[in-house]
């Protein structure tokens, strides 16, 4: 496991890299001569290094401090109790792999239990293309199974920022690490994707599809990552069973080396998944519009069941907060449940198409005193205990199907005659930093007019934005925040 020195870029990694039972392979693409593959002779290039069939256990270890340039497309498969394991050996800077400018600097496809760590991608072009830095395809209409994705460093992939035809396919296959499966009946089932850096790659940061509509992959888990300046989005999970998105930082989002150029994008969203979560992640810093999109959070067109997101908080995002886009395609219909999440300076909400899914928005803090609040909702919501902090000339939907219930209101006017007008009694407001620790300042104090007044929700997830708990007996907080007053 490699482990960081501070303030120096560098990993220090065992010399034989663990493996259960298996054989280590080295590669050295420094060495002047072609290896045989052990640590005193090792390969030199990533052909050596793609011409071997790995059996459950290998490891395949890079030098540390050295450039491959090409494809790494490594064969074979592992176990559950074997995986095969890509890393690096030595002292030094990460290895590098440089795609050159080929559709991936590293492939797997159709292949089983393998954990990619400790190691740079890079795929730099002139010009844009489909590319990624890692893509793990399943295409033989078979599930595939065991991708441990982790503490990779994946900067400057020229892949496609345009998402308007005739390029749009090629977008949507383009970003810092893309997982797909085509054909039916293709799965990728256990994909964790974790404690990566990516940036400045073309067409988004993480794309994690598993499946289709008819047939989703299972097992998906996407955490601690940070995406950084991606032209495109952030992160997406799609055709999954239940998928978990959470702890990621996404900022800059559509900018870069290689900036979003056309159509729409958004930080992190989920689309034509059943029972998808997005919670604990920050987006901040989205500045590039696109045609309608540029918002933190979606809950798009096919997911079925709940779409949750919640205990996130988003800064400064020109697009806004969230996005229902139940009706941008085939509609799910799932039921949007957004609830002790933190917005600040985001100041729009949006919903498209004419999808048929329900939002149910509560105990959210919307702080917007820079401009005015741009609101629409689905047609089916109900809208509870969130706090809502704007300006006099903002308005917020109304309509037959629009229910609000115990909000509280400062600057914005009150929609219905229920709820509270007035200062809310934070902290210390719209001081939010980056991170999801960095906003105290939307507790409440013991004189807020919020505190154990707001509406009882049941299945409300029993906890606050803080993991303060909530009761499902007695009256919660309005807002975000449910501990005492301070």
Same mark, same amino acid.
């Given at each position: 496991?490699a482990?960081?020195?501070?303030?120096?870029?560098?990993?220090?990694?065992?010399d034989?890299?663990?493996?259960?039972?298996?054989?280590?392979?080295?590669?050295?693409? @420094?060495?002047?001569t072609?290896?045989?593959?052990?640590? +005193?002779?090792p390969?030199? +290039?990533?052909?050596?290094?793609?011409?071997?069939?790995?059996?459950?256990?290998?490891?395949?270890?890079?030098?540390?401090?050295?450039?491959?340039?090409?494809?790494?497309?490594?064969?074979?498969?592992?176990?559950?109790?074997?995986?095969?394991?890509?890393?690096?050996?030595?002292?030094?800077?990460?290895?590098?792999?440089?795609?050159?400018?080929?559709?991936?600097?590293?492939?797997?496809?159709?292949?089983?239990?393998?954990?990619?760590?400790?190691?740079?991608?890079?795929?730099?072009?002139?010009?844009?293309?489909?590319?990624?830095?890692?893509?793990?395809?399943?295409?033989?209409?078979?599930?595939?199974?065991?991708?441990?994705?982790?503490?990779?460093?994946?900067?400057?992939?020229?892949?496609?920022?345009?998402?308007?035809?005739?390029?749009?396919?090629?977008?949507?296959?383009?970003?810092?690490?893309?997982?797909?499966?085509?054909?039916?009946? @293709?799965?990728?089932?256990?994909?964790?994707? /974790?404690?990566?850096?990516?940036?400045?790659?073309?067409?988004?940061?993480?794309?994690?599809?598993?499946?289709a509509?008819?047939?989703?992959?299972?097992?998906?888990?996407?955490?601690?990552?940070?995406?950084?300046?991606?032209?495109?989005?952030?992160?997406?999970? $799609?055709?999954?069973?239940s998928p978990?998105?959470?702890?990621?930082?996404?900022?800059?989002?559509?900018?870069?080396?290689?900036?979003?150029?056309?159509?729409?994008?958004?930080?992190?969203?989920?689309?034509?998944? /059943?029972?998808?979560?997005?919670?604990?992640?920050?987006?901040? +810093?989205?500045?590039?519009?696109?045609?309608?999109? $540029?918002?933190?959070?979606?809950?798009?067109?096919?997911?079925?069941?709940?779409?949750?997101?919640?205990?996130?908080?988003?800064?400064?995002?020109?697009?806004?907060?969230?996005?229902?886009?139940?009706?941008?395609?085939t509609?799910?219909?799932?039921?949007?449940?957004?609830?002790?999440?933190? &917005?600040?300076?985001?100041?729009?909400?949006?919903?498209?198409?004419?999808?048929? &899914?329900?939002?149910?928005?509560? !105990?959210?803090?919307?702080?917007?005193?820079?401009?005015?609040? $741009?609101i629409?909702?689905? @047609?089916?919501?109900? #809208?509870?205990?969130?706090?809502?902090?704007?300006?006099?000339?903002?308005?917020?939907?109304?309509?037959?199907?629009?229910?609000?219930?115990?909000?509280?209101?400062?600057?914005?006017?009150?929609?219905?005659?229920?709820?509270?007008?007035?200062?809310?009694?934070?902290?210390?407001?719209?001081?939010?930093?980056?991170?999801?620790?960095? #906003?105290?300042?939307?507790?409440?104090?013991?004189?807020?007019?919020?505190?154990? !007044?707001g +509406?009882? #929700?049941?299945?409300?997830?029993?906890?606050?934005?803080?993991?303060?708990?909530? $009761?499902?007996?007695?009256?919660?907080?309005?807002?975000?925040? !449910?501990?005492?007053?301070?």
């Amino acid at each position: 496991m490699a482990v960081a020195l501070a303030g120096a870029g560098l990993v220090a990694l065992q010399d034989t890299p663990a493996a259960a039972a298996g054989v280590t392979t080295y590669v050295d693409c @420094s060495a002047a001569t072609p290896g045989t593959g052990t640590s +005193s002779s090792p390969y030199n +290039s990533l052909a050596q290094a793609n011409a071997k069939t790995y059996a459950p256990g290998d490891t395949l270890a890079l030098a540390a401090g050295t450039t491959c340039t090409g494809t790494l497309a490594p064969r074979g498969s592992g176990t559950a109790a074997a995986p095969i394991t890509v890393t690096a050996y030595g002292t030094g800077t990460p290895p590098v792999v440089d795609g050159a400018g080929a559709a991936d600097a590293m492939r797997l496809t159709d292949q089983d239990h393998w954990t990619v760590r400790d190691i740079k991608l890079t795929n730099p072009a002139g010009t844009l293309a489909r590319r990624t830095g890692l893509r793990v395809s399943a295409t033989d209409g078979k599930a595939h199974t065991g991708f441990d994705l982790g503490n990779l460093v994946i900067d400057r992939v020229a892949g496609q920022t345009n998402k308007n035809s005739p390029t749009t396919d090629d977008y949507v296959q383009s970003a810092g690490i893309v997982t797909g499966a085509s054909g039916t009946g @293709s799965t990728l089932n256990d994909v964790h994707v /974790h404690d990566n850096k990516i940036s400045n790659t073309g067409g988004g940061g993480l794309k994690i599809r598993v499946g289709a509509m008819a047939t989703k992959g299972n097992g998906v888990l996407v955490e601690r990552n940070t995406v950084t300046d991606v032209g495109g989005d952030a992160i997406i999970a $799609s055709y999954a069973e239940s998928p978990m998105i959470q702890y990621n930082v996404a900022s800059g989002t559509g900018n870069g080396v290689y900036p979003f150029s056309g159509g729409n994008f958004a930080g992190i969203w989920v689309l034509g998944d /059943h029972n998808p979560t997005i919670q604990k992640n920050v987006v901040h +810093s989205t500045t590039r519009m696109s045609v309608a999109d $540029s918002q933190a959070f979606d809950c798009d067109w096919g997911n079925t069941g709940y779409c949750t997101v919640q205990y996130n908080y988003s800064r400064d995002n020109i697009g806004g907060f969230f996005l229902d886009c139940d009706g941008c395609g085939t509609s799910g219909a799932a039921k949007e449940i957004v609830r002790y999440n933190i &917005s600040e300076n985001d100041c729009r909400m949006s919903s498209g198409g004419s999808g048929r &899914s329900a939002l149910h928005l509560y !105990n959210n803090v919307i702080y917007c005193t820079d401009k005015k609040l $741009s609101i629409t909702l689905p @047609s089916t919501s109900v #809208v509870e205990n969130n706090i809502w902090v704007g300006t006099t000339d903002s308005r917020l939907p109304t309509g037959s199907g629009i229910s609000y219930l115990w909000n509280v209101y400062q600057g914005v006017p009150r929609p219905t005659a229920n709820g509270i007008t007035g200062d809310p009694g934070f902290v210390n407001p719209g001081t939010g930093g980056t991170t999801l620790d960095s #906003v105290d300042g939307y507790k409440l104090k013991a004189t807020s007019p919020a505190l154990n !007044n707001g +509406s009882i #929700v049941t299945d409300n997830g029993g906890r606050d934005y803080w993991g303060n708990p909530v $009761s499902t007996t007695v009256k919660p907080h309005r807002g975000a925040y !449910n501990g005492p007053g301070l």
